[in-house]
């Protein structure tokens, strides 16, 4: 069924969905929007900080030697004048004369017309910062600028001699940021693609020049382990682009791909940065960047090997990965219709882990006491309200991968039935074990 779909046409329903749902929304509805901005609603911030935490864990805690850092949005503005943002972090935007609207030249589908209107009146391509500008203190003219950062990586570079001091850490070593990032993108969409304010999850990785091309590879293999082994995407859904184009310090460059309804699209970039950002912050702060090595006895810049993905681009190929729609027998459970709309997210970032649904009202007595201890342990959701086939179909459509039923029996018999929103089986697990029966589905 899937696959029969046209791109668009399941895109519009994965975002209705998600609106449905409360997933993710327009920021500012009610004013009619804002452009590049999205909400998280209360089932889209838990997956969201599931990923989070999924990274977190799988790049910082489970390492020795990655250490976790959480810089401010704003920063000195010399730091953007060092990374070369200020004078070059630009896309070239053309001018629709006719409706007005502005486009990225390498986005126009055909060279010279209006994608809005069709007009064949475009300006000329010119240069457009991406930095996002505000002030900082009340005097609001140029010597107050400040940028809201366009990456997280910046502050990690600058930050390098204090995490290393504080952490004991010597190279090779990594320190990773989870934070903000903003960009006056000229032409946001694809729903969270490409917004204006997103979330970057990034690890800049020191080490010896000599040994960053080994690190490369180690580091794009284990991303791509992250995806595969512990979100879960299929394989074939994702691909490794390389750069055929390569910044004059790197040694290489890849971005990892996943398939979304309109094609193919970055979620991250793993990028050799050479010893570029090091040595340029020591020429703008004028501070020693360069690491000394005891056993070489030498000083030099470290070589930096970055992993940079954006958590909105991955929660939204998460949900496009897992969006579907099936002809499960749902008459069985009661319902008449035929179709199901299923997410079929993996336990681990599902916003709902295992949901109770007592099959009467007059059964809460016993369900109450359940979600209460189920909740300790799991993310648990607790509904009474509708006819049970109703029930299990708002569990699925939100990716709820368990449901646990509260019945008559369970008086009597100690048990209750554990539906799997995936194989669609029910089984009967007595109270005593379903504690442990549940840990080995969701944390398997
Ligand atoms: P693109 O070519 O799509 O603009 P990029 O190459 O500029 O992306 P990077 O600067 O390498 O992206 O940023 C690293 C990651 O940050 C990307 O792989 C992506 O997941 C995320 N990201 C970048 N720009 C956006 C955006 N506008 N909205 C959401 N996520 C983004």
New binding site residues.
């Given amino acids: 069924m899937a696959e029969q779909d046209n791109g668009q046409d399941r895109m519009e329903k994965i975002v209705s969905l998600c609106k449905r749902r409360g997933l993710m929304f327009q920021s500012s509805e009610i004013y009619g929007g804002l452009n590049g901005f999205w909400d998280y609603g209360p089932a889209g911030v838990t997956l969201r900080r599931a990923v989070e935490q999924a990274w977190w864990t799988f790049m910082v805690e489970d390492r020795d030697n990655v250490e976790g850092l959480d810089s401010t949005i704003i920063c000195h503005p010399r730091v953007w004048k060092a990374s070369g943002h200020l004078d070059k972090f630009s896309d070239l935007m053309v001018d629709c004369v006719d409706c007005k609207r502005r486009f990225r030249e390498d986005q126009l589908e055909s060279p010279g017309v209006c994608p809005a209107c069709g007009s064949k009146k475009l300006t000329e391509p010119r240069e457009f910062n991406l930095m996002m500008k505000t002030f900082v203190g009340p005097v609001f003219d140029e010597e107050h600028v400040a940028w809201l950062r366009a ?1 997280t990586c910046q502050p990690i570079f600058v930050d390098f001699n204090q995490v290393r001091i504080a952490a004991r850490q010597k190279l090779p070593f990594g320190i990773a940021q989870i934070g903000k ?1 903003f ?1 006056n ?1 000229i032409n ?1 969409r694809f729903f ?5 304010e ?1 979330v ?1 999850m990034e690890m800049e990785f020191f080490c010896r020049d000599d040994e960053s091309m080994q690190w490369f590879d180690f580091w794009k293999d284990a991303r791509w382990e992250f995806y595969t082994k512990v979100l879960r995407i299929p394989e074939p859904r994702l691909k490794i682009h390389w750069h055929e184009k390569l910044a004059h310090y790197a040694k290489a460059a890849l ?1 990892i791909e996943f398939e979304f309804p309109f094609g193919w ?5 793993v990028h050799h940065r050479g010893t570029w950002d090091m040595s340029r912050h020591e020429e703008f702060s004028a501070q020693d960047m360069k690491y000394f090595d005891q056993e070489r006895n030498e000083r030099y810049y470290p070589t930096v090997v970055e992993t ?3 958590l ?2 991955i929660c939204l190929a998460l949900l496009c990965n897992a969006y579907d729609e099936d002809m499960a027998d749902t008459k069985k459970e009661g319902k008449d219709e035929d179709v199901r709309v299923v997410l079929h997210l993996p336990p681990l970032v599902a916003p709902v882990q295992v949901a109770v649904l007592p099959l009467s009202k007059k059964l809460e007595e016993k369900a109450d006491p359940l979600f209460r201890a189920l909740r300790r342990r799991f993310r648990t959701a607790y509904d009474v309200t509708g006819s049970i086939g109703k029930r299990y179909r708002r569990q699925d459509e939100l990716g709820t991968p368990f449901c646990v039923t509260v019945d008559f029996d369970t008086l009597s018999d100690h048990a209750v039935t554990v539906r799997n929103r995936d194989a669609m089986t029910q089984e009967r697990v007595g109270l005593d074990r379903l504690e442990t029966y549940l840990d080995g589905l969701v944390h398997a």
Avoid: K, N
């Fill in positions: 990456e990032a960009r993108e946001p969270t693609f490409r917004s204006r997103f970057q971005d699209g970055e979620i991250e970039g940079s993905c954006g909105d681009r």
